[in-house]
């Protein structure tokens, strides 16, 4: 008995004439596909607080949060991955990404390297994964051998395990433990999951990885107070960031700065609990690097010795 297309490689009878059509035309109507994304995602918000919810507890007993695809899922978490340092301050071992392939499909397509589960799991058994991790399997079909080998030796090892889909009643979204599956529809050409779908789970990652650093701390209000100062962009914002908090002029932000080795929430509390930088990381470490827990448990700028 033949077994049902994935709603991922359907033809779309929205985009049936695109070759037909003119320049905007296409344009017009690639871009009202796209428009069915968030709503797609929207639906799926509360499947993914609840994995949100458990990335977080697994990260506050010492986890990590792993990615795992192949292709352009793969692509995606790689980069997902990579922005986490430099924007929340995070070790760079501790938010991981591993694509099928490795590091050369980054920039190359290699198609075959996705068909093993075993690949998958040698790939997450060489990265130390443990039950204290979580990891998020990423894959549009939800079929991805890659992905469903690591996913399965993530499920036995008693880790949470999330599963990225735009495939309903797929295998992935059978197997995870949380399965989040935007059901954004056939793609304008007929199983190019790098448009709808890719679109998709960039949106779910960015939910997830920002709700993560914003509930351990690393965001106060909505700046990125944990940002790298790395260059002149990044020590522009710094500034802005420390003025803006402390209401001072940059002339004073860059000093605290300065002083502070360029750590945005050192310079922050240096400057509202009139603390040495000294004094100020010793505050900051005993509330764990969370600025918000610093500032509030100051009582009228008279900081008890950690």
């Not at 033949?2 to 991922?8: D, Y």
Request: hydrophobic residues 45%; glycine residues 10%; aromatic residues 2%.
């Amino acid at each position: 008995m033949r077994q049902p297309l994935p709603l991922t490689e359907t033809a779309n009878p929205r985009s049936a004439a695109i070759d037909r059509a003119s320049t905007e035309e296409v344009l017009a109507l690639i871009n009202a596909e796209d428009a069915r994304v968030a709503r797609a995602v929207q639906e799926e918000i509360p499947q993914i607080a609840k994995a949100l919810d458990a990335i977080v507890a697994q990260w506050t007993r010492g986890g990590r949060l792993f990615y795992c695809g192949a292709g352009t899922s793969g692509r995606l978490g790689v980069l997902d991955a990579a922005e986490c340092p430099p924007t929340f301050g995070t070790d760079p071992d501790r938010v991981v990404a591993l694509i099928a392939g490795g590091r050369e499909a980054l920039v190359r397509s290699i198609e075959g390297a996705e068909d093993s589960p075993e690949a998958g799991m040698r790939d997450l058994a060489a990265a130390g994964f443990s039950e204290r991790d979580a990891l998020v399997g990423i894959a549009a079909s939800g079929s991805t051998p890659y992905v469903l080998g690591a996913v399965g030796m993530a499920n036995a090892a008693g880790a949470v395990t999330v599963g990225l889909t735009c495939n309903p009643g797929s295998r992935l979204e059978r197997a995870a433990g949380y399965p989040i599956t935007p059901r954004v529809g056939p793609e304008v050409v007929a199983g190019s999951t790098r448009m709808k779908a890719g679109t998709a789970q960039k949106l779910v990652l960015n939910m997830l990885s920002t709700g993560l650093m914003i509930r351990i701390g690393c965001v106060l209000g909505n700046l990125m107070v944990n940002v790298q100062v790395r260059n002149a962009k990044l020590a522009r914002r710094a500034e802005r960031i420390v003025s803006g908090v402390c209401s001072c002029d940059r002339a004073a932000s860059r000093k605290a700065l300065e002083e502070a080795g360029h750590d945005v929430r050192v310079a922050i509390l240096v400057l509202r609990l009139d603390l040495d930088p000294a004094e100020a990381e010793r505050w900051l470490a005993s509330h764990g690097g969370n600025l918000r827990a610093a500032l509030e448990s100051a009582s009228d700028g008279a900081i008890a010795q950690p």
